[in-house]
């Protein structure tokens, strides 16, 4: 069956750096668009950055554009998020998503479980 199964999650001090690493089976990872998001009480999980199955074309979002880095292992069916510059206001869950299109009213997505991401002093 599919699994997405992220880790590397954890405390870490305003100014400091974690990488993510979110490992897949159960499908063909190097067909699938690779994708972090993340979720905070109170808001809407957001696209914090995604990697195309196609081209390696990666987007992030406005608030974490240079500072944080995905990246993709075909070979290891594994998708990382490298965290650097870290923010109190990077504090929440964050997700790895896998999302095929398969025609224009036709997919698959996939989620994780989550792991939780705390940047305090």
């Known amino acids: 069956q599919v699994q997405l199964v992220e880790s590397g999650g954890g405390l870490v001090q305003p100014g400091g750096s974690l990488r993510l690493s979110c490992a897949a089976s159960?499908?063909?990872?190097?067909?699938?668009?690779m994708s972090w998001y993340r979720q905070t009480p109170g808001k809407e999980r957001e696209l914090v950055a995604g990697?195309?199955?196609?081209?390696?074309?990666?987007i992030y979002g406005d608030s974490v554009k240079g500072r944080f880095t995905i990246s993709r292992d075909n070979a290891k069916n594994t998708v990382y998020l490298q965290m650097n510059s870290l923010k109190p206001e990077d504090t929440g869950v964050y997700y790895c998503?896998?999302?095929?299109?398969?025609?224009?009213?036709?997919?698959?997505?996939?989620w994780g479980q989550g792991t939780q991401v705390t940047v305090s002093s």
């Open positions: 998503q896998a999302r095929r299109v398969v025609s224009p009213n036709a997919g698959y997505v996939y």
């Open positions: 990697f195309s199955s196609v081209g390696s074309v990666t």
């Open positions: 159960g499908f063909t990872f190097s067909t699938y668009t």
